[in-house]
């Protein structure tokens, strides 16, 4: 049987006062796994520690009492502390780990009274003009019949996804892997990876920005999963990797990726409990068919005014034209011949650390002296781009802090503008700093390195009279940053990616 996962705003309606079915079942399925203790590999919390634990952060959030039996630590090696972020298997792990809780939320339903026995998650995709909130239902304190309502958390921060924080800019990746300072649609090569650096650009946008947006538990790594709406958010990234499959995106065909991570690797692999088997064990390459995992979705664009087949989307192959790169030690992402730019180019950088506070930044990006000549003769071709095959990438490098949800808009002043307090503002992207604070960890796996991220400055820049001068950059919050989150962006760099 194929089980079809259905835009949670497509449901059909409800008599007024009333939810919708699967909402009910959805709730009394999350109720039910709650109940269970934390030691059950298949209650609530089990799940959720399986993407992250940490006592303290949990009996912060009422989620666990101090010196509650815990499963023992052989077990916890296993299974718990496991979601693969800033990592090159961020979207297959995820994908094992949603259609694990997706049997055992649809076996404990089918045993209730009168319960189905075909339910199935569904998406929330916040692309939707109008269905940009969190559903109804989430927000309810208690369910129809006046019992409490298990999907409701009280410490989310924001309950909209405001349209200009998040854009489709992921499915336009021509490459699955980064590499230097492509940002690749799926991650960075890693192995077993708890909390990377560098972000791709499907897991910085939407996912990020959006669990940093709504906040409270989903705001951080150790909590997120503990959030029903966390589910309902994951089945949309996961919806969009398959978008970016059928739009021309190539999964990566190295063994390591199709069968890693290499147990060797921290001695683990991945493993998560089923009904069919309690110590699950998949690999990426198991992941890569959702036809094969039977299930689908209920519409495979990104809005319903989008064709994935259309220019916006379409995943576009690099000319043969375009020059190879010399293949560095980190290797190229799978199947790639001719790369679609020349070695990276660096031509400006900011000059020192810049503090993140309150609602706006500014910062200046230097352009090197000896690159404005090259800058400004391309930009003189028509229409004042870079001219055909070119592009410019800003990266965004060492983002520190102890306060995970923040989203942060990157802007451009216009290069003509002499007054910064009347300046119109030039969205380059948005940036979600979901797991800030243990990338940020100096006794952690990366020293404290933080995130980071990779935007494309190409079209912003573009027709606005810039001749290779230095760039103001505006960093603005949606909610003021305090003081205590100790935000800092250690670098922000220009590169030039030149065609062949």
């Given amino acids: 049987m194929t089980y079809t996962r259905t835009n949670v705003y497509n449901l059909p309606p409800a008599p007024e006062g009333e939810w919708p079915d699967w909402y009910l079942w959805y709730a009394k399925g999350v109720q039910a796994l709650q109940a269970l203790p934390l030691t059950d590999k298949f209650s609530w919390r089990y799940y959720a520690a399986i993407h992250g634990f940490n006592a303290e952060k949990w ?8 010196g509650e039996y815990l499963p023992g630590k052989d077990e916890r090696d296993i299974y718990w502390d496991q979601c ?25 339903i089918s045993k209730l009274p009168n319960g189905p026995d075909d339910w199935s998650f569904c998406y929330w995709n916040y692309y939707e003009k109008g269905q940009n909130s969190i559903p109804a239902p989430f927000l309810a304190k208690l369910m129809p019949d006046g019992t409490k309502n298990p999907l409701y958390i009280e410490q989310r921060r924001r309950f909209t996804i405001p349209s200009s924080q998040i854009g489709r800019w992921a499915l336009k990746q021509p490459y699955f892997t980064a590499w230097l300072i492509l940002a690749g649609f799926g991650g960075p090569k890693t192995g077993f990876m708890w909390s990377g650096t560098d972000n791709g650009a499907l897991e910085n946008d939407p996912h990020n920005i959006v669990h940093g947006t709504i ?9 997120a999963a503990i959030d029903p709406i966390f589910w309902l958010h994951h089945a949309n990234v996961d919806r969009m990797w398959e978008i970016w499959v059928r739009a021309g995106g190539k999964n990566p065909t190295e063994t390591d990726w199709l069968n890693g991570p290499i147990p060797s690797n921290n001695g683990r692999v991945f493993t998560v409990p089923r009904v069919s088997d309690p110590a699950w064990t998949f690999t990426p390459c198991d992941m890569t068919s959702i036809a094969a995992l039977g299930y689908t979705y209920d519409s495979f664009a990104v809005r319903e005014d989008d064709d994935v087949s259309s220019a916006d989307v379409t995943i576009q192959p690099a000319p043969d034209r375009f020059q190879a790169l010399p293949k560095p030690s980190i290797g190229r992402p799978s199947g790639v011949g001719a790369m679609p730019f020349a070695t990276p180019e660096l031509v400006g950088a900011q000059d020192g650390p810049v503090t993140v506070v309150g609602y706006e930044t500014d910062t200046t990006v230097e352009v090197d002296n000896s690159a404005r000549p090259k800058l400004a003769s391309m930009m003189a071709s028509p229409g004042n781009t870079l001219g055909t095959g070119n592009q410019l ?6 983002v520190t802090g102890n306060y995970d949800a923040v989203t942060l808009s990157i802007f451009i002043v216009p290069p003509t503008t002499t007054d910064l307090s009347g300046a119109s503002d030039l969205l380059v992207g948005s940036i979600g700093l979901f797991g800030l604070e243990e990338a940020s960890d100096p006794n952690g ?12 400055l190409t ?22 940053v305090p003081n205590w989150a100790n935000i800092t962006i250690g670098k922000i760099s220009i590169f030039l990616l030149a065609g062949g």
């Fill in 215 to 223: 906040g409270g538990l989903m705001g951080r790594v150790v909590t």
């Fill in 59 to 66: 009996e912060e959030v009422d989620q666990y009492t101090l």
């Fill in 393 to 398: 990438a800003m990266k965004i490098e060492n």
């Fill in 84 to 108: 693969q972020h800033r990592s090159w298997y961020f979207l297959p792990w995820h994908r094992g780990y949603l259609y694990a809780l997706e049997e055992t939320l649809r076996d404990t």
């Fill in 445 to 456: 796996a990366h020293g404290g390195a933080g995130l980071s991220f990779i935007l494309d």
């Fill in 459 to 480: 079209e912003v820049i573009s027709g606005q009279g810039w001749q290779g001068e230095d760039v103001t950059v505006r960093i603005v919050s949606l909610d003021p």
